[in-house]
């Protein structure tokens, strides 16, 4: 891996460059754009990847158990270069389900959480003896036909809503009013009735929030979070087999955004894994995690198709935009709109700047990839590029609006 270059934002330098070209996954970029035939795309960097899990397994404690969260990026290569590097994989629909038993992870090494889940779903789950994390006591009924109808015994968790939530976190998904897992307090209702019924009760989930840098914060919810498993625990109606403290870890996407301090993560970990290996022996502790595994090894690449000025301003219009990436056009989850990290791909070397803004081509003032963004001088036909792309890109935007092309996704 290339050491940071002073004044290049640290995303763009995790890759190398070579004679000016972005190299993804060893390939210049114009001859990846060549073989992948057409712009715009995605291209995810395997080697990235698997870097990235080594170092996750480095800095979290032995016993703790790696999850990949599939939703982050589902495409079936990837859930395929992961799947026998991580522990487990987490789903949430049934397609997402096919892809995690089609990259050959065990399931009773899979779990499938969401509100909402579909009788179909249910049985799909059930008949591959995947752990279905129970989202209502609703959703508990439905499990249990599912388990009668084809005589098998389910595999459950319970989804808890904790009566925290993790802070400062890009999206809250616990703690207060909430679609996601029961809430705490009803938690011990629904064991009994678990215990009552032909299910095979497993553990817990809960999960607080996503896209967190700090670790202080991070470890005060994980912290609480093996507090609140541990004493739910004590009304569990069998032994508990895992505790999915989800996850959480988030990736720097703006200037002023420092890495997440993952040695310090780690090392909080393992004192909760000591808690939970005292109280309960036969349980495993599990972290699930989708954005921190792959959102930087992904980057989403456009080409410049026309450039012009307009009240004194430049525009790059590109041939992708929101519809193939909502998330870097800012309409996915935040609150201010910031640049993702851009580049001109093929003018990494090129030391001069032009501030420009970057467009697509849709018909709506929210298609802007970049903002007054200091790039190289760009020209038509060059290709513009989006870091930190590899997390919540192509499944996470509106690919049919405006009726362009859908972008290809590779994995390098
Ligand atoms: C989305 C999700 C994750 C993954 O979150 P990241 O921020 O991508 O790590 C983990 N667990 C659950 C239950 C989720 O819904």
Not at 104 to 128: N, Y
Not at 265 to 274: E, K, Y
Not at 288 to 295: A, D, H, K, P, Q
Request: net charge positive; with cysteine.
């Amino acid at each position: 891996m290339m050491a940071n270059s002073p004044g290049k934002p640290h995303p763009i330098g995790q890759f190398d460059t070579e004679d000016g070209f972005l190299v993804i996954g060893g390939v210049r970029l114009d001859r990846l754009a060549a073989r992948v035939g057409r712009t715009p795309f995605y291209a995810y960097d395997r080697a990235h990847i698997s870097r990235r899990i080594r170092q996750l397994k480095r800095s979290l404690p032995k016993n703790i158990h790696l999850h990949y969260a599939v939703k982050a990026n589902p495409m079936p290569a990837v859930v395929g270069h992961i799947a026998p590097q991580v522990d487990g994989l987490d789903v949430a629909s049934g397609r997402e389900m096919n892809a995690a038993l089609n990259a050959g992870m065990e399931s009773a090494l899979i779990s499938f959480a969401g509100p909402g889940k579909s009788v179909t779903e249910i049985d799909q789950a059930v008949a591959a003896g995947i752990t279905v994390n129970l989202e209502s006591a609703v959703e508990l009924g439905r499990v249990e036909k599912a388990g009668k109808r084809l005589s098998l015994r389910p595999r459950v968790a319970v989804r808890v809503n904790p009566d925290f939530s993790l802070r400062a976190s890009g999206m809250h998904m616990g703690g207060g009013a909430q679609q996601f897992g029961i809430d705490a307090a009803r938690v011990p209702e629904i064991l009994d009735r678990i215990g009552r019924a032909d299910l095979d009760f497993q553990g817990f989930h809960i999960f607080a929030g996503s896209q967190n840098l700090r670790a202080d914060l991070l470890i005060e919810a994980q912290a609480k979070t093996v507090d609140l498993a541990l004493a739910l625990a004590k009304r569990a109606p069998g032994p508990v087999r895992h505790i999915n403290i989800g996850g959480g870890f988030g990736i720097p996407y703006f200037p002023n955004d420092r890495s997440l301090d993952l040695r310090a993560v780690g090392r909080a970990l393992a004192a909760s894994r000591d808690r939970v290996e005292a109280a309960l022996p036969q349980a495993r502790l599990v972290v699930e995690l989708g954005r921190y595994i792959v959102g930087e090894a992904g980057v989403y690449v456009c080409r410049v198709v026309d450039r012009k000025t307009s009240g004194g301003e430049t525009f790059l219009v590109t041939d992708g935009g929101l519809h193939h990436h909502l998330a870097a056009s800012g309409n996915f989850g935040q609150t201010i709109r910031r640049n993702y990290p851009l580049a001109i791909g093929n003018r990494m070397n090129e030391e001069r700047r032009k501030t420009v803004n970057v467009v697509g081509p849709l018909c709506t003032p929210l298609d802007l990839l970049g903002s007054k963004v200091d790039l190289p001088p760009a020209r038509v036909g060059d290709l513009v590029v989006v870091f930190q792309s590899g997390a919540y890109g192509k499944t996470a935007s509106p690919t049919a609006f405006l009726s362009h092309p859908e972008p290809e996704e590779v994995l390098v």
